[in-house]
């Protein structure tokens, strides 16, 4: 697509169920990235993926977190059991090479009730 | 010690005036070096990548020192338009992408 996708938009859950959140790079990037940003705070990294694979998970705040990127594509970021602090938008990046900068998603605002 | 170090600001100036950022990284094996501006709940949004010899676009111009481990942005001619966090982004090699804590611009009439 012409830009990075991201759904859903808004998500409310209760507390404790799982949700799924979806991005869907611009055709052809290789490289991905989940950032959290909680109001009035600052990127918080959580995962990147190169390819299909993820050389770094160090972001991702406990194992309630998990991500999947298949068909070097469309990614998936699942938070199971998820808790009031999880609230925050989720932001999704991707670019070609990185030498030439990375384009963001519009983001998810997760709401955990 | 953040890897990406900003002046959180927020910095106040009048419509015309001339702003600088700093910025400096911690790892030296960074390799590309991108100013992001964040409207208010919005995604951020590439500003110019920053190179060695530094660069200008229009009224931005960016700079890097590898040295010091300093990037800098400076605001010509500033608009209300530029009001917005500007956020200062360094990747390594392969490694993932580290964004500052950004500074908060607002330009008034």
């Known amino acids: 697509g012409a830009g990075v996708s991201q759904s859903p938009s808004n998500k409310v859950t209760e507390k404790g169920k799982d949700v799924e959140l979806r991005c869907d790079p611009i055709?052809?990037?290789?490289?991905l990235y989940w950032y959290r940003q909680s109001l009035g705070q600052g990127l918080e990294f959580l995962i990147y993926?190169?390819?299909?694979?993820?050389?770094?998970k160090s972001g991702l705040p406990s194992d309630r977190f998990s991500a999947e990127r298949t068909g070097g594509s469309v990614s998936t970021l699942t938070i199971q059991r998820t808790q009031q602090e999880d609230s925050a938008v989720y932001l999704c990046?991707?670019?070609?090479?990185?030498?030439?900068?990375?384009?963001f998603g519009s983001g998810t605002r997760l709401t955990v009730v | 010690r953040k890897e990406v170090e900003q002046d959180p600001g927020p910095f106040n100036v009048p419509e015309g005036a001339t702003v600088a950022f700093n910025c400096t990284y911690s790892?030296?094996?960074?390799?590309?070096f991108f100013w992001y501006r964040q409207d208010c709940r919005k995604e951020p949004k590439l500003l110019m990548s920053?190179?060695?010899s530094g660069n200008e676009d229009g009224r931005f111009t960016a700079q890097l020192n590898r040295a010091s481990q300093y990037i800098s942005l400076l605001i010509r001619d500033s608009k209300l338009s530029d009001s917005a966090t500007y956020l200062c982004?360094?990747?390594?090699?392969?490694?993932?992408?580290?964004f500052g804590q950004g500074t908060i611009l607002t330009v008034h009439p």
């Open positions: 990046a991707s670019s070609l090479q990185g030498r030439n900068g990375y384009t």
């Open positions: 055709s052809g990037h290789t490289a």
């Open positions: 993926f190169q390819g299909n694979s993820a050389p770094d």
């Open positions: 790892n030296s094996a960074s390799q590309s």
């Open positions: 920053v190179y060695s």
């Open positions: 982004v360094v990747n390594i090699p392969r490694g993932k992408l580290t």
